[in-house]
């Protein structure tokens, strides 16, 4: 069986530091790594629209800003499919047949989607009862765990890298594709889940300490950010309240800069910009008995964030300047998208008996059928 990969990400914006860490480096790695035959990388723009549908242009002017941070991390065309979501109508096709495999009880069991509904305030101030009945929820977005499972399965995706947020929402798609292999027999693939394998990737939090960075929260350190914005971002970060002298001993724990160079520091960083230093262990040893200053440690942070940002910044602006041939990639892209997606809709069809025009035998068993009747 073919080793492929499926990912994405919604356009909302200008991807972070978040995105980086949880998905965006390891999708460089995997697609360097040779070790996977077709790897798709989708602009999830339908699902933005689920809870963007009054502001389309929001989610239009998104897209741009999702390619050139997929192209400045180093992802590359000519060994991933970079494609938008909404030109490939068939995930639409198949979203629409899983639907009657999922019941409105189980959608509403899913964290990743309760947690989601919660976090935009769609059931605030409703009546009590079905949540599917509340006020103020879209459809396509309760449903969004449906149309995730048809962006897997249309491109016969075997492992989807995503952040522990998301694991919901895989289990949900294994158990669509057991329902319908079980009802119309094998015809999809049962994707497995790929984590960050750096525990402080599974979900890296805003400056704030705050455990989910967004946007609209405000504490976001954003890709295509400049050197100075990093720094002016870093030096306001959460660290251990408690630690209010040098002098005071110091918690890792929940610390985010700390949290930070976990995620992004390497041994070679210590010799460079902290030689008195041999490691970030070490550099925690001393926090923690006291004798080490919050502004250091934020400097080590700014120079290791801006090392790791600057070589991003410069393919963004490669590609700032070539905005013509950035669409082209994504129109290409969501091409072969769609002949593969279409391939898979058509087994889909066949399995459920509803491939109509393409059944010769159907076709020609209920002529032989009817021309008897005729004779009789």
């Not at 087994?347 to 393409?358: C, H, L, P, Q």
Request: proline share 5%.
């Amino acid at each position: 069986m073919a080793k492929i990969i499926l990912t994405g990400d919604r356009p909302t914006g200008r991807l972070h530091l978040g995105h980086f860490v949880g998905s965006l480096r390891r999708r460089v790695e995997l697609q360097n790594s040779g070790e996977f035959d077709k790897i798709f990388i989708m602009i999830a723009d339908a699902q933005a629209l689920t809870d963007n549908a009054d502001n389309p242009e929001k989610v239009r002017q998104n897209i741009i800003e999702v390619a050139l941070d997929y192209l400045s991390v180093g992802l590359d065309p000519a060994q991933s499919t970079l494609f938008i979501q909404s030109q490939v109508p068939e995930l639409c096709e198949l979203a629409f047949y899983y639907m009657n495999l999922v019941t409105v009880q189980r959608l509403q069991r899913n964290p990743t989607v309760k947690a989601e509904i919660a976090l935009r305030g769609f059931a605030e101030g409703t009546a009590e009862g079905d949540t599917a009945q509340r006020q103020g929820i879209p459809v396509g977005f309760f449903t969004y765990p449906i149309s995730q499972a048809s962006d897997i399965t249309a491109f016969k995706a075997t492992t989807v890298p995503v952040g522990e947020d998301q694991e919901p929402m895989i289990e949900q798609t294994r158990e669509i594709v057991h329902k319908f292999n079980a009802v119309y027999g094998e015809t999809l693939v049962e994707p497995e889940i790929l984590l960050p394998d750096n525990a402080a990737c599974l979900r890296l939090p805003g400056t704030d300490g705050k455990a989910k960075m967004s946007k609209s929260l405000n504490n976001c350190i954003y890709l295509s950010d400049t050197a100075d914005e990093v720094k002016k971002k870093v030096m306001g970060m959460y660290t251990d309240p408690d630690h209010l002298r040098v002098e005071d001993p110091g918690k890792i724990e929940g610390n985010t800069v700390f949290t930070y160079l976990d995620a992004f520091s390497r041994p070679e960083h210590f010799a460079k910009y902290l030689p008195e230093y041999s490691s970030l262990e070490e550099l925690k040893a001393h926090y923690r008995r006291g004798g080490l200053g919050d502004v250091k440690v934020k400097k080590l942070l700014i120079a290791v964030l801006n090392e790791t940002l600057d070589p991003i910044r410069e393919r963004r602006r490669y590609y700032e300047g070539r905005i013509g041939e950035v669409y082209e990639i994504l129109r290409k892209g969501s091409e072969k998208a769609r002949a593969t997606a279409a391939a898979t809709l058509a087994e889909v069809r066949a399995a459920m008996k509803i491939d109509y025009f393409d059944d010769k035998e159907l076709i020609a068993g209920q002529a032989e059928h009817f021309a008897n009747t005729v004779k009789n």
